[in-house]
T-cell receptor, first 113, second 116 residues
Framework: DQQVKQNSPSLSVQEGRISILNCDYTNSMFDYFLWYKKYPAEGPTFLISISSIKDKNEDGRFTVFLNKSAKHLSLHIVPSQPGDSAVYFCAASPSGSARQLTFGSGTQLTVLP | DVKVTQSSRYLVKRTGEKVFLECVQDMDHENMFWYRQDPGLGLRLIYFSYDVKMKEKGDIPEGYSVSREKKERFSLILESASTNQTSMYLC???????????????FGPGTRLLVL
């Protein structure tokens, strides 16, 4: 039973356009959410996070939106660049925990030049 | 800059062998984690540790054990390797404390293990 779901295994976007990656969760106890990026043969690297007290967090070209009522978050990348091509993982942590993260299955983003 | 290193990038072992995967972090982080990554399944937590000599089971601990004798080092042990343990193994570390300040996990480059 996956508590964090990324329903799109892959996404292709033209360079310069917006990439939108989606993530759904089922556990109401989750209150902190993170996005990681992973290149082949490397470990995941932290990208951006959001606490449940916010509905938006922005860092340069990356924005994460959180809709708590829908238990849904999304990562927007604008403008998309070929170097953004990677697997993106959504992760969530429950209230009071600074330890365990539950990861989604990942979305392979390909940005076409 | 946080650095998490793993002892091997690629490893080939035979069924039944005992396998040790080592992970070292240089940022004095309290928490350390072992995950495996498989296609379509994302990252699944095997074990984690929040202090020296402390360990807790993650979601898929069967067939694995861990050891944390020093704060900077966390070892994953496959007691008797099996073919279904062929996978990418990722180690991570994080600081203790409120997630807003430091629950972010930092990952090593991974070890790709093939069990024949």
């Amino acid at each position: 039973d996956q508590q964090v779901k990324q329903n799109s295994p892959s996404l292709s976007v033209q360079e310069g356009r917006i990439s939108i990656l989606n993530c759904d969760y089922t556990n109401s106890m989750f209150d902190y959410f993170l996005w990681y990026k992973k290149y082949p043969a490397e470990g995941p690297t932290f990208l951006i996070s959001i606490s449940s007290i916010k509905d938006k967090n922005e860092d340069g070209r990356f924005t994460v939106f959180l809709n708590k009522s829908a238990k849904h978050l999304s990562l927007h990348i604008v403008p998309s660049q070929p170097g953004d091509s990677a697997v993106y993982f959504c992760a969530a942590s429950p209230s009071g925990s600074a330890r365990q993260l539950t990861f989604g299955s990942g979305t392979q983003l390909t940005v076409l030049p | 800059d946080v650095k998490v290193t793993q002892s091997s990038r690629y490893l080939v072992k035979r069924t039944g062998e005992k396998v040790f995967l080592e992970c070292v972090q240089d940022m004095d982080h309290e928490n350390m984690f072992w995950y495996r990554q498989d296609p379509g399944l994302g990252l699944r937590l095997i074990y984690f540790s929040y202090d020296v000599k402390m360990k807790e089971k993650g979601d898929i601990p069967e067939g694995y054990s861990v050891s944390r004798e020093k704060k900077e080092r966390f070892s994953l042990i496959l007691e008797s390797a099996s073919t279904n343990q062929t996978s990418m193994y990722l180690c991570a570390s994080s600081l203790i404390g409120p997630l807003g300040a430091g629950g972010t996990q930092y990952f090593g480059p991974g070890t790709r293990l093939l069990v024949l």
